[in-house]
Nanobody
Framework: QVQLVESGGGLVQAGGSLRLSCVAS????????MGWFRQAPGKEREFVAT????????DYADSVKGRFTISRDNTKSTVYLQMNSLKPEDTAVYSC?????????????????WGQGTQVTVSS
């Protein structure tokens, strides 16, 4: 089992920045690809970003490319999501997860061990 705890969310004006953190405990997550997802009110959870175990490979949803950066520090069992140039449409609960199953790494079904999420609200 891996336990994930997200933090760093909050209320920010459009154009502002936030950095989210996801700390893992229990079984090590350092050998797994990790992902960030978000869920806005009334919408399904959607893929945001993913990072390989070494941190050398990352990928993003088109909606956040060029604005968000995912990174990880395996010495701290932590994955980060730096969010810049935030827009009101980025408002959502952001959650991290461990990718445990094979398949397209954009696919939410390949992820498990979800954290409780952290709320990000961007005002216009």
């Amino acid at each position: 089992q891996v336990q994930l705890v997200e933090s760093g969310g909050g209320l920010v004006q459009a154009g502002g920045s936030l950095r989210l953190s996801c700390v893992a405990s229990g079984r090590t997550s350092n050998n797994f690809r990790m992902g960030w997802f978000r869920q806005a009110p009334g919408k399904e959870r959607e893929f945001v970003a993913t990072i390989s175990p070494s941190g050398g490979n990352t990928d993003y949803a088109d909606s956040v490319k060029g604005r968000f950066t995912i990174s990880r520090d395996n010495t701290k069992s932590t994955v980060y999501l730096q969010m810049n140039s935030l827009k009101p449409e980025d408002t959502a609960v952001y959650s991290c997860a461990v990718r445990r199953y094979s398949g397209n790494y954009f696919d939410i079904k390949t992820y498990d061990y979800w954290g409780q999420g952290t709320q990000v609200t961007v005002s216009s």
